[in-house]
């Protein structure tokens, strides 16, 4: 049997490949493959464009990073929305927020979430985060109410992750209780850009309850919008999520930063960290001197709320 030797690559009469004559085209093909590949998921398009949108508040923001914090009255109840762009690579950032172990670590630096653990999902249920909150730090553990919240992730997507946390059921009046964060990767995956949010349903006796708290007690109270000169910031309801909006934030933000240190160090510096980040906004969130607020947690986690 003759077998036939074919040049694998062709010339024309001048000696030159004619093969070559397509590198062009082959190279615009795997340009253009590459950038198919890379276009991001409908849902981190959506939360980009948030981003876009709100680009120039995030660098002119007042609060001293790029920080945007958001509320509003919903018909029955209330939101507030925190968005941030932190110096964290969306993978690592990713990784320990799609982790349900990690979120009693975070929602336990809360000043007023005094005890937490994880309860596994059985037959298909998700697992939940049970939360022991008390109204007032000083108050006793066990005069905290119970909030048991379903948690959710959604990782499918490899440029945007979200972690909901939901209850159904909530103390004094209330109920729909929901912390969601998002996240999707800016500047190459070296930063990544958050979107928390924080709302909950209020019936008339817990809305009316509430606002004779803040006529009277929480009165000097105020949250982070600027609604007048001086500058004026915004009080009564919306002043009152916004504050515990960013207390909540501050929890994913100490975590996410105290990640850099060995494992052994991260516990203590992610309750430095939450402190000071809260005494960064004192004209809302002081409430409690450093030692006590540092004796109070590792009591908590030395109760093995936290699991660190």
Known sequence: MKVS?????????????????????????????AAWAQQASPSAQALLAR????????????????????????PGGLR?????????????????????????????????????????????APPAVELSVVRRYDLPVESAFILRMALRVDDSAPDYLMVDLRSDDGPMGTSQHQVRVEAVPLAGGVQTFLHFSYSYQHNGLARVATQAYLATFGRNKVGFTVVGDGPEYIRGLRGLVERNSVRYFLTVDAYLGAMRSPPAQQPERRLSAWYASSELYSRQLHEIDRPTYMAIKRADRSRGAGGS
């Open 80 to 124: 507030g929305e925190v968005f941030a762009v932190i110096d964290q690579p969306f993978a690592q950032a990713a990784k320990a927020l799609a982790a349900p172990g990690n979120w009693c670590d975070m929602l336990l630096l809360h000043i007023n979430n005094r005890n937490c653990r994880l309860i596994k999902g059985e037959g298909g």
């Open 5 to 33: 030797r074919r040049p694998l690559f062709r010339t024309d009469g001048g000696g030159r490949c004619r093969q070559w004559r397509l590198l062009p085209w082959l190279l615009l093909w795997l340009g253009m493959s």
């Open 51 to 74: 981003h876009a949108a709100m680009q120039s508040r995030l660098e002119s923001s007042p609060l001293g990073r790029p920080l945007v914090v958001d509320s509003e009255e919903l």
